[in-house]
């Protein structure tokens, strides 16, 4: 298992053998498919931030479900600056490689 | 490290993006289109309202072509919300003129797409764009004679009438 990218709460793996990626939350590690990344993708781009702050959102939180709702997060407004920050890395970290794997 | 990404992928994530929102813009036109015929109906203008129907679903069937596209190449495509959706018009004028708008507005949203597949070296994706680009060049053209026949005929009295009986003519005869 290979590190893309790690955050300051969060790490995504890339594992070869099984062709699937691992995600680490603080406290559990969940498996995905390459379209269950793709959705925790879109789910994370959807979080309105901007929401966190002007009130509309005034408890601060967000629910994601992943995996075909296997799994259950709730995450605070700080952690939510951070997931998106680590969707971004860990999808820039994707490209990097597969340009390294063209180019080759 | 293997390309899982490109095992899985053939198109790039970021033009995936944009090829659901291309899949949003196509859903909204259809929609517009299908106001615009409802308005043409209310005021019995019976060749236009069907002109527009027309319009409405080939737009889905552009939305459709996409979906499929991002869904065949082991992308998630997103099913579209629609909002927005203008129902008032003054004018069977206003109302074709607003049309060219929006095919305008679409055909730039096409070159945009394909100058990002040309940035990140999806020229899968750029073929298939292909068929759009070509789409929207007879679209625009269809829609600019529609207002051609706004400057050369009249709209008052039986004019309007008989303008709106010259609709069906405006389509372009397209080979295949
Ligand atoms: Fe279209
Ligand atoms: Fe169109």
Known sequence: ?104 | MKDLVRQKLSIHVDVMDLLNKQIEKEAHSSSAYLAMASWCDHNALSYSADFFYEQAAEEREHMMKIFRYITDNGGTAFSPEVGGVNHDFKSLEEIFETALDQEIAITKSIHNLVGKCRKVNDYTTEYFLHWFIQEQMEEEQTMRRALELFDLMGTDGLGLKLLDERIPQIRDKRPE
Do not use: W
Request: charged share 20%.
């Open chain 1, 1 to 104: 298992m290979k590190v893309l990218h790690q955050s300051q709460f969060f790490i995504s793996y890339q594992c070869d053998k099984q062709r699937c990626f691992f995600i680490e939350f603080p406290h559990k590690t969940i498996k995905l498919g390459f379209c269950q990344l793709l959705a925790f993708r879109q789910q994370v781009k959807e979080i309105d931030l901007e929401a966190h702050f002007n009130g509309q959102n005034n408890h601060g939180m967000e629910m994601l479900m992943l995996c075909n709702r296997q799994h259950f997060f709730v995450f605070n407004t700080l952690e939510c600056i951070d997931l998106k920050e680590f969707v971004t890395g860990t999808f820039a970290m994707l490209e990097l490689n597969s340009l390294l794997a063209t180019s080759v």
